[in-house]
């Protein structure tokens, strides 16, 4: 069995990102939506083998109520094409697995800072996502940078290596960090890593091309 590891959200060769969370409101739901999940993405990238897609990495939070997917591709312009032609039918499966899940919106991301604490390396799949929602541009490269300041400056006990991102409108901010105990980042969620499906280009990912990991 591989065992699971979190993505590498500063690989160089990750052009962007995309970040989604759902609704779907219990723990039921939210195991058999991630199973859904993974499976399409597993098999849309066996079927087309988009060369630019690196890894999709599916998170389910702890209190039951959400799945949180983070794609990461190469290039931006193939991962909107890819979006654009495969994504309703994609979801479309999904749904008729699981009807009614509520989906706020997707955000693609720039990474903006990464900052790395004294002492980082503890094993964990357990992660942290906080948001700044939309705003004026100028509002979320400013939120970015005053986050990583204070995440330089006091990091949260138990937080890994962080990694603070910009929407690509730079209209939103997202701060996504490992943890490996209970912390109090305000307006943050605790989600843990359920699975992951990886790109068809050798070494991609340690699970190898077109291959996966789940905890399902």
Same mark, same amino acid.
């Given at each position: +069995?591989?065992?699971l590891?979190l993505?590498?959200? %500063? ?6 990102t ?28 066996a079927?087309?083998?988009?060369e ?6 599916c /998170?389910?939070? %702890?209190?039951?109520r ?7 591709? %190469?290039?931006?312009?193939a ?10 039918? +994609?979801?479309?499966?999904?749904d ?5 899940i ?12 990464t ?17 700044? *929602? ?10 970015a *940078?005053?986050?990583?300041d204070?995440?330089?400056a ?7 290596t962080?990694?603070? /991102? ?6 939103r ?5 490992p ?6 980042v ?16 050798p ?14």
């Open positions: +069995m591989t065992t590891q993505p590498d959200l %500063a690989r160089p060769d990750a052009g962007t995309l970040i989604s969370e759902w609704i779907v409101d219990t723990p039921d739901r939210q195991r058999r939506a991630g199973r859904a999940l993974l499976e399409e993405w597993g098999e849309l990238s079927r087309f083998r988009p630019a897609f690196l890894r999709l990495s /998170f389910a939070s %702890a209190d039951g959400v799945l949180l997917s983070v794609a990461q591709w %190469a290039d931006d312009d991962l909107l094409a890819f979006v654009r032609e495969h994504r309703a039918e +994609m979801v479309g499966s999904i008729r697995e699981v009807p009614g509520r989906r706020p919106g997707l955000i693609r991301c720039r990474l903006a800072h900052v790395v604490p004294d002492g980082v390396g503890a094993d964990t799949t357990d992660v942290i996502v906080a948001r700044a *929602e939309s705003g004026p541009a100028s509002d979320a490269v400013r939120w *940078e005053a986050t990583a204070r995440l330089r006091s990091p949260p006990a138990g937080a890994g962080a990694h603070v /991102f910009v929407s690509g409108d730079s209209t901010g997202l701060l996504y960090a943890v490996t105990q209970a912390n109090d305000a307006g943050a969620r605790l989600y843990r890593l359920l699975g992951a499906v990886t790109g068809p280009s070494g991609t990912d340690d699970t190898g091309p077109s291959g996966g990991s789940s905890a399902f």
